[in-house]
């Protein structure tokens, strides 16, 4: 009876081994999609001081990034477009001036290319 169960055993566990190992598939995967990376082109700055009396606003960008004279910019506050402001100058460093268009500025608001 041992010698039953051990032949059974064995014939099992050969059985097992002698089965096809699965090939791997030769089908290339799926493409990857394609990533677009576009820079960041918007020009932002936050308001230092306002004049409400004269109309313009003292603005700070990063440096490298100060706007042209000339150019208008909105201001927003908390995210929503509160005025627009066109720069005027002087300009020094990272400070510049420019005078309000339209709407208000408050001092924290951004500012930014539209």
Do not use: W
Not at 24 to 46: C, E, M, R
Not at 48 to 73: E, H, M, N, Q
Not at 82 to 108: F, H, L, M, R, W
């Amino acid at each position: 009876m041992r010698n039953i169960v051990v032949l059974t055993v064995t014939a099992l566990i050969l059985a097992g081994c002698s089965s096809e190992k699965q090939k791997p598939s030769t089908t290339p995967p799926p493409p990857l999609p394609k990533t677009i990376v576009t820079p960041d082109t918007v020009t932002t700055g936050k308001v230092v001081r306002v004049d409400d009396k004269a109309f313009f606003a003292v603005l700070r960008f990063p440096v490298g990034s100060l706007p042209v004279i000339g150019t208008r910019l909105g201001v927003y506050h908390q995210g929503l477009k509160v005025g627009e402001i066109k720069i005027t100058g002087p300009q020094q460093e990272d400070i510049t001036v420019g005078d309000t268009v339209s709407g208000e500025a408050q001092v924290g608001d951004e500012v930014h290319t539209q």
